[in-house]
């Protein structure tokens, strides 16, 4: 009986490699006109990729050596890697490709098919619904939680001068207490107690999701569930979806009532003040498809969605950029000098989003920043159909990684791509529209850019105004490492020291 079994299970994993193989052959060979990296048998170009923290050098050996349009193969799976300008413009651009790659899989058990990981008619239509979501009222009120949130991280901080910090172990809390605030209205307190349950199970969710795509083993639909990282994912992700559900049951309560609140009462809440302000996940219940209410798990979907996409990205992009104005004194003293002119002698007040729009050098290096770290290092993209680009096939189904951090260090685009330069961005002179592309671009492009960008400026302005950011002595080096969100693999070490208030 046993070797029966053995027999089959032998049986059914040969077919599997031999069906793999020869459709991994049968796409390499429509792919010819692009340049292949060849590889070893079934591993393919696996083991050139090297740990997260090598990818990004192993990635600019290749486009050094074999040009900016490659042909990669992983475990039988071909993939088109590229950081050259014009496939970025073709992929980004246009209507043809919107179709997220199956690297996107690895979150649908957190997240389900939301705005980030569907595609089709579904994705047109969470689009629609959620842009409004996005309007200039909405964020305004957001910048409320940014500057409460902020007060807490400054207070955090005070312990901490004239000592070397790991900056990200507390922009990462702050930042998430931003999202659950903005996302579901809810607060966790994540910076007063980062050893609560909901913190723990997101980061190691996202831990999980990163390691992922480098691991042959975990990658696979088929052998993953027999890994531990499975189990803590599940365990995670069911406590995760019940805080969500709980969420909205209490929010969809509140609503109720509101809705049977006469609207004399409503009025009278509105002139004393009484408003309550809107988050993320009340206005999906207010929101409709089809002439139809979304469903719980859709909310939720979007909710989650929105939890992942606005706390780790935007944690990476702050860190890093209070990183580079730490290290660029220069470029600190500019800042300091728009916040003069901005708050004057008043540095303690609350920033609004007026004040975050003047903020224009601190656009350019946070801007800046972005280009040098984006926070999402890689897009995926996959053929729905056969494709043509330049006069050449790209077949249905082939997956596409378009290279961000390269293609935004690529010296054609930025001279002296590795100097850090605010200035690049005071002028879009000669500038071509896709060369910067940290929050993506075209149909596809980051629906919650105006929200990260007004989150960046707004702690980073605060910091600023509280406290000198140093390097360390001797200065710290960041080791990248390429995974979902780009990290540094030993930290983001500053040092902090207090600041005089002007007079």
């Not at 609140?261 to 009484?274: D, L, V, W």
């Not at 860190?319 to 303690?348: M, R, W, Y």
């Not at 406290?467 to 500053?494: Q, R």
Request: with cysteine; charged share 25%; net charge neutral.
């Amino acid at each position: 009986m046993w070797l029966i079994l053995v027999v089959t299970v032998a049986v059914l994993f040969v077919t599997m490699l031999l069906y793999e193989w020869f459709r991994c052959t049968m796409l390499k060979n429509r792919l010819k006109w692009v340049k292949d990296i060849p590889g070893i048998p079934i591993l393919g170009n696996a083991l050139e990729f090297g740990d997260t923290d090598e990818t990004f050098a192993n990635f600019q050996g290749f486009f050094d050596k074999h040009g900016k349009l490659l042909l990669l193969e992983v475990a039988m799976k071909p993939r088109i890697i590229s950081c050259d300008y014009d496939f970025f413009e073709f992929m980004l651009g246009g209507q043809k490709v919107l179709n997220k790659s199956t690297v996107y899989t690895y979150l649908m058990n957190w997240l389900g098919t939301g705005l980030l990981t569907s595609d089709g008619p579904k994705w047109k239509k969470r689009r629609r619904l959620l842009t409004p979501a996005f309007h200039f009222s909405i964020l305004e009120q957001f910048v409320d939680t940014f500057e409460t949130q902020g007060k807490v991280l400054i207070r955090k901080l005070e312990s901490l001068v004239d000592k070397d910090i790991d900056i990200y172990k507390y922009i990462t809390l702050y930042a998430l207490d931003v999202i659950c605030e903005t996302a579901m209205g809810i607060t966790v307190n994540a910076q007063e107690d980062s050893e609560s349950d909901y913190v723990r199970y997101v980061k190691e969710v996202c831990r999980i999701v990163a390691i992922r795509p480098h691991t042959i083993f975990k990658s696979s639909q088929l052998l993953y569930p027999l890994s531990k990282d499975f189990f803590r994912e599940q365990q995670a992700v069911r406590h995760l979806h019940s805080v969500t559900y709980s969420v909205i049951d209490s929010r969809m309560k509140k609503l109720e009532q509101e809705l049977a609140m006469s609207e004399a009462k409503r009025q009278e809440n509105e002139a004393t003040g009484i408003k309550r302000k809107m988050a993320f996940l009340d206005i999906l219940l207010r929101s409709t498809i089809d002439g139809q209410p979304l469903s719980r798990e859709d909310i939720r979907e979007e909710v989650d969605t929105f939890m992942f996409e606005g706390h780790d990205t935007t944690a990476s992009a702050i860190s890093f950029c209070v990183f580079q104005v730490a290290t660029h004194p220069d470029v600190q003293e500019k800042i300091l000098e728009e916040q003069i002119s901005i708050f004057g002698d008043d540095f303690n007040r609350n920033a609004t989003l007026n004040d975050l729009q003047e903020m224009r050098y601190l656009e350019c290096v946070v801007k800046e920043t972005l280009r040098l770290f984006p926070s999402v290092p890689f897009i995926g993209r996959r053929t729905n159909e056969d494709t043509m680009y330049k006069g050449n096939l790209i077949p249905k189904d082939v997956n596409i990684t378009l290279c961000i951090y390269h293609m935004m260090r690529d010296p054609e685009q930025y001279p002296n791509p590795n100097e850090f330069d605010p200035s690049r961005f005071e002028y879009n002179d000669g500038k071509k529209p896709y060369s910067f592309v940290p929050f993506s671009a075209g149909p596809r492009n980051c629906i919650g850019q105006k929200f990260a960008m007004n989150e960046v400026k707004s702690i980073v302005s605060k910091l600023v105004r509280n406290y000198k950011l140093l390097p360390t002595n001797p200065e710290h080096k960041l080791k990248l490492v390429a995974e979902a969100v780009m990290k540094s693999k030993n930290g983001v070490k500053i040092r902090l020291a207090r600041r005089e208030k002007p007079t």
